[in-house]
Nanobody
Framework: QVQLVESGGGSVQAGDSLRLSCTAS????????MAWFRQAPGQAREFVAG????????HVTDFVKDRFTITRDNAKNTVYLHMNKLIPTDTASYYC?????????????????WGQGTQVTVTS
């Protein structure tokens, strides 16, 4: 069982930046594909960004790719979501996810473990 703990959320103004962190309790962190999803009130959860374990291949979804980046530090068992130029529609709970067998993708079923989420609120 892998536990994922997110941190770094908060309330900010439009145009601000935040860095979310997710630390995993596993000795094989580099074998996991890591991803960030988000869920706004009344909306379905959606994929935001993902990164593979060893070669660091990344994918960031189109609607944030000019503002968000994903990185990981395998030595610290941590994945980060760097969010710049935040806008009110970025307001959501952000979830970290870890998966092994399905590849880097958008679908929730590809990920085996999920964090509890961290809230990001952006005001204009």
């Amino acid at each position: 069982q892998v536990q994922l703990v997110e941190s770094g959320g908060g309330s900010v103004q439009a145009g601000d930046s935040l860095r979310l962190s997710c630390t995993a309790s596993t000795g094989a962190f580099d074998s996991y594909i890591m991803a960030w999803f988000r869920q706004a009130p009344g909306q379905a959860r959606e994929f935001v960004a993902g990164i593979t374990g060893r070669d660091g291949t990344r994918h960031v979804t189109d609607f944030v790719k000019d503002r968000f980046t994903i990185t990981r530090d395998n030595a610290k068992n941590t994945v980060y979501l760097h969010m710049n130029k935040l806008i009110p529609t970025d307001t959501a709970s952000y979830y970290c996810a870890a998966g092994t067998g399905g590849g880097l993708g958008f679908a929730e079923f590809l990920y085996d473990y999920w964090g509890q989420g961290t809230q990001v609120t952006v005001t204009s």
